[in-house]
């Protein structure tokens, strides 16, 4: 190889080394040589591409000048990038130093003072640091790329030169950059352990940590669980104050101390102290600490909180000391900070962000770079981020628990390590070798809280597992009563001190306890080593909670709704372990105790899944108890509500009309199960789904019959919601919409009323949508938008999912007729939300076809007919008929009407008709879009067209629905003046136009002006 010409004038050195190569060499063999190699191409390769020239190697040693001195900083900064490089078998951590100056040649080589520099600035730096001289910043600063920074590590003194040296870290921007202060003369002293891995997260709490330190607080305790980031953090943060220390920081290692006495003498140990003849230790610290200004990190002071007293005096001997601790307890001394350590934010698995905001999770970037670390090609894709997210929903962002979790991921997949992470999982088994020893297992470290506790407070301990979601302080007293001798706030307090339960405060502002379910787990499996107080305490839970629910049902039904919902929320956990319980113990009293409330509370969150389960659970425990007459209606109760409850979930389907059948086979011969308001109302939706208006009239009949015998009128607004719909959707829109009219003036007198079994739709909601539809039929657009905001508002107010997709949708409905397609547009999208959140298939469908539809006439009707078609196969596993599916058919040809697809759209809007009853009052809507449809057809011929439009006039003024009859009036108005018959379109439109009151903003009645102006 030609010797390539050395440059000369300024230029830029680089000087680099392998830090601990010695040991590199002796633990890796002759398999170093060729991990040398390796470096030693990248180095070169490095070199080629910024155009360095090589000066010499030495062992592990590079020396290479740049003309640039930007391209020395870019050449270093990809060195460290390729070594970071996790392909390598095992870490290689080079420092790199950069200096520039005068490059004087000699004899082949460079002499002179700034080669020197440049080699010491090098050797003052750690394995993957690159340093950089003042002369070197002020030539690069102005230029830098935007991810490469100059960092100020301040003046320095190093070896062999006079004059100290301002140095700066080159920050690389996804690379390590906390090393400890430089090794210079002038450095201050301190033995903390150099961090083998990049620190995560933690922003806030290193800035409050690190300004309280550097204030006024001298005793800062952080305390956590174990495993939580503890002693980690504190590390961080001594490394981080450093300079403000003259003396220096000090990491004091308690974990191996049990006995309290000792922790003076651990300290002396470290900082070197010894005492002088006829002096003691205490004393011999003290005065070698007296006038020291200096951080001193007491590690893992849980197991010696008695030597509090000791580390006090030491503060009180020297003021300029500070003491930063890490505890699982609190020392409660004087002046004592505490700082609670949580375990990282976790995703929410429900809702998961795209893949970068999740990977800036602490918990997800902690996962993926422990994975990295044994498994190099692991990365965060769309297949795996939902398990590795309920890794760490499981392991409660633990940051032990998740090291320990991903350094399996060599062996098994993320799915795989989600399935095995059950309680006693030994799959946390510590393989990382120098991990404390009390760390090797993530129960070790529990264990080592646990021991600490005294015996009555461990019997607390185990018997709060069976709390789920934790607990108030009153359920707590009254489920694990104290011991003899016991105080159980005080015992409370305590497992709160040492970190084993965490008082928060819930959403009703009342203090709960609860503990990381890793804890839990703990606590359970010791309680189970115990049957009969395991037995015990179960058996009171369930009770407790049974109860519980049986006093909620007063308030839930009454005016304290609100309240008593929040409650049950907050305890929902342990109310269905209570179910649970007594569903395996088949008692039907306990669970006649909790089955109201919380199918009442399923039912206000929208949550029917849950509403299936509970009924499902208590019909096979029905079955399997002697039948009483009781028994049986609240079998069929049961039935006609599980069905219910299955056709919000899924539609209409196969699997709800055997619901619906096996209920109904109950009913045989049984007229006064009839007499049963959720049975009647569960047949009238089912009616109504069908479609079978008639049968649904009749069942409104008998709601308000039965609304009557029981003077109850909140059962009156469900009777004539029922009826009032029916009549109107068949026939009679005026007969419907008084009863309509009388459903909503009973709501707003009698308001809603919570009862047993209750399902679906919020009564006061379903009624001002549905006489929003009836109302635009009949001609008076305004009003029916005022009760269709209404009906949103309050099904917002009301918070229920499956009211607010109902109200949204139908509202979405009524803005399409108004041809107000922007609304459409939000309405749908709005559906679509809510329905996705709590899996509503039906509102799913329903809620891309009207997106679709209103893409088509906001200019996106490519977009438009594919997400119809895409509703159009959610609702496919549905049966027909549906009652939504002439509706979903005339949505569906309208857009392929103003998608210029006349043709298609005839073809829907005719499956519509046929399948639509002789009597349904959206008919005449029907008829008018299909003789739209054929006017927009070049051949078809126009005679059939105004005899579609002349159908959709007749039936419309036969309904009185004045709205229908206006529009087809314009159509043919617009027909017969194309063939010169102006004369009698105009008449025919402006009779039924006169009629008209109100909505002169709609789109139809201004058309219709324009029309008889003759403007159009
Ligand atoms: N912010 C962080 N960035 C990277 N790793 C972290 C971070 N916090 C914690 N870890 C890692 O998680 C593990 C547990 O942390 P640490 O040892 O600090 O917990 P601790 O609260 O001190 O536990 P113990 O109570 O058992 O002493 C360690 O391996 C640590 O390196
Ligand atoms: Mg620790």
Redesign the pocket.
């Known amino acids: 190889m030609a010797t390539p010409e050395l440059p000369s004038g300024t230029i830029t050195f680089l000087f680099s080394d392998i830090e601990g190569s010695t040991r590199l060499l002796q633990e890796l063999g002759s398999d170093y040589f060729a991990l040398l190699q390796q470096h030693n191409a990248i180095f070169r390769e490095v070199i080629g591409e910024y155009e360095g020239v090589e000066v010499g190697t030495e062992g592990d040693s590079f020396f290479v000048v740049f003309r640039s001195p930007l391209s020395a900083l870019d050449a270093a900064a990809q060195t460290q990038r390729r070594l970071a490089d996790p392909f390598f078998p095992v870490p290689v951590r080079v420092r790199i130093g950069l200096h520039t100056g005068q490059g004087q040649l000699a004899g082949g080589d460079y002499v002179g003072i700034d080669v020197h520099r440049a080699a010491r600035i090098a050797a003052a730096g750690y394995g993957g640091q690159i340093l950089v001289s003042d002369a070197t910043r002020a030539l690069v600063e102005l230029n830098l790329p935007a991810t490469l920074t100059l960092h100020d590590l301040g003046l320095y003194r190093l070896k062999d030169l006079a004059r100290p040296e301002r140095l700066f870290q080159l920050v690389v921007e996804g690379l390590p950059s906390k090393f400890p202060p430089p090794r210079s003369l002038d450095a201050r002293p301190n033995n903390l352990p150099l961090?083998l891995?990049?620190?995560?997260?933690?922003q806030d709490q290193m800035t409050e940590i690190k300004r309280r330190i550097l204030d006024g607080t001298r005793l800062l305790t952080?305390t956590?669980?174990?495993?939580?980031?503890?002693?980690?953090?504190?590390?961080?943060v001594a490394g981080d104050t450093l300079t403000a220390f003259e003396d220096g920081a000090w990491l004091v290692d308690l974990?191996s101390v049990m006995d309290p006495s000792l922790v003076i003498s651990a300290i002396a140990e470290v900082l070197g102290v010894t005492p002088e003849a006829g002096h003691s230790l205490p004393e011999a610290l003290d005065s070698s600490l007296r006038d020291k200004a200096m951080l001193l990190v007491l590690?893992?002071f849980?197991q010696v909180v008695d030597a509090g007293a000791a580390v006090e005096r030491l503060l009180q001997a020297a003021p300029r000391l500070k003491l930063l601790v890490?505890?699982?307890t609190v020392l409660h001394r004087y002046g004592e900070q505490e700082f609670p350590?949580p375990p990282?934010d976790v995703p929410d698995p429900a809702h998961l962000p795209d893949l970068a905001s999740l990977a800036r999770n602490?918990a997800m970037g902690?996962f993926v770079?422990r994975a990295i670390a044994v498994k190099p090609d692991f990365a965060l894709t769309p297949l795996n981020a939902s398990s590795v997210a309920e890794i760490a929903v499981r392991l409660d962002g633990?940051?032990?628990a998740?090291?320990l979790a991903a350094s399996r991921i060599k062996m098994l997949p993320p799915q795989a390590i989600l399935e095995r992470l059950g309680p006693s999982s030994t799959l946390l088994i510590s393989r990382?070798p120098d991990?404390?020893a009390?760390?090797r297992t993530l129960r070790g470290?529990i264990e080592?809280?646990y021991r600490l506790l005294k015996e009555r407070e461990r019997q607390l301990f185990e018997q709060l597992s069976v709390f789920q979601g934790g607990g108030t302080v009153v359920a707590i007293e009254s489920i694990c009563p104290p011991v003899p001798g016991g105080e159980a706030l005080d015992d409370l307090a305590c497992l709160v001190d040492s970190?084993l339960l965490r008082e928060v405060e819930a959403e009703d502002g009342e203090p709960r306890f609860v503990m990381l379910e890793t804890i839990r787990a703990y606590a359970a499996e010791r309680l189970e080593d115990q049957p009969e107080l395991y037995a015990a305490t179960q058996r009171a839970h369930a009770m407790y909670f049974a109860d519980f629910a049986r006093q909620q049902w007063e308030h839930l039904t009454g005016s304290q709704r609100e309240p008593a919902l929040a409650a049950m929320a907050a305890d929902i956990a342990n109310l269905r372990g209570a179910w649970r319980h007594w569903v395996a113990e088949k008692d039907l009293d306990q669970l006649n105790k909790l089955v109201d409330s919380l199918w009442l509370f399923y039912d206000a969150q929208g949550w029917y899944h849950a509403t299936v389960q509970v009924a499902t659970d208590l019909l096979s425990v029905l079955s399997s108890t002697p039948s009483s007459p009781e028994r049986a209606i609240q079998e069929v109760m049961l039935r006609t509500s599980l069905a219910r409850a299955l056709m919000a979930i899924h539609g209409y389907t196969q699997e709800v009309e055997e619901a619906y059948g096996r209920a109904l086979d109950v009913f045989e011969g049984r007229p006064e199960i009839r007499q049963l308001f959720p049975v009647l109302r569960g047949l009238a939706s089912f009616y109504n789904y069908r479609a079978e208006f008639e049968k649904g009239a009749q069942v409104g009949r008998e709601i308000l019959l039965l609304a009557h015998a029981e003077d109850d009128p909140s059962m009156r607004v469900d009777g004539h919601l029922v009826l009032g719909s029916s009549i109107a959707l068949q026939r009679d829109l005026h007969g419907g919409l008084d009863h309509l009219e009388k459903a909503m003036s009973y709501f707003e007198s009698a308001g809603f009323r919570s009862r047993r079994f209750g399902l679906g739709n919020n009564p006061g909601v379903a009624s001002f949508t549905v006489s929003s539809l009836v109302l635009w039929m009949l001609g008076f657009p305004d009003r029916a938008g005022e009760r269709a905001n209404r009906a949103v508002n309050l099904a917002v107010d009301l918070g229920h999912p499956a009211t607010l997709a109902y109200a949204l949708f139908h509202s979405g409905f009524l803005h399409l007729w108004r041809r107000e397609l922007g609304i459409v547009h939000d309405r749908a999208a709005q559906t679509l939300q809510v329905a996705d959140e709590h899996d509503l298939q039906i509102w799913k469908a329903l809620g891309k076809c009207l997106l679709g539809a209103a893409k088509t006439g906001i200019g996106r009707p490519g977009d438009g007919l594919a997400q119809i078609q895409e509703g159009l196969d959610l609702y496919h596993g549905l049966k027909t008929p549906p009652v939504f599916w002439p509706l979903i058919l005339y949505v569906q040809a309208g857009a392929y009407a103003r998608s210029g697809k006349a043709a298609e759209g005839l073809g829907m809007i005719e499956e519509a008709i046929a399948i639509a009853g002789s009597e349904l009052t959206l008919l005449p809507e029907l008829y008018l879009l299909k003789g739209q449809l054929l006017l927009a057809l070049p051949d078809a011929g126009k005679a059939a067209a105004e005899q579609w439009l002349q159908r959709a006039f007749d039936m419309a003024k036969d309904l009185d629905a004045r709205m229908p009859q206006l529009r087809a009036a314009v159509g043919l108005c617009r027909l017969w003046r194309d063939q010169g018959n102006a004369g009698e379109g105009s008449r025919l439109l402006r009779a039924i136009r006169e009629t008209f009151t109100e909505g002169f903003a709609t789109a139809d009645l201004r058309e219709a002006n324009e029309l008889l102006k003759g403007r159009s």
């Open positions: 961090q891995t990049r620190f995560i997260g933690r952080l956590g669980p174990g495993g939580t980031g503890k002693t980690r953090l504190a590390i961080e974990s590690d893992n849980e890490t505890s699982r350590v990282f602490e902690l770079e633990l940051p032990l998740i090291e990382i991990a404390p009390r760390q470290a080592w809280s970190s």
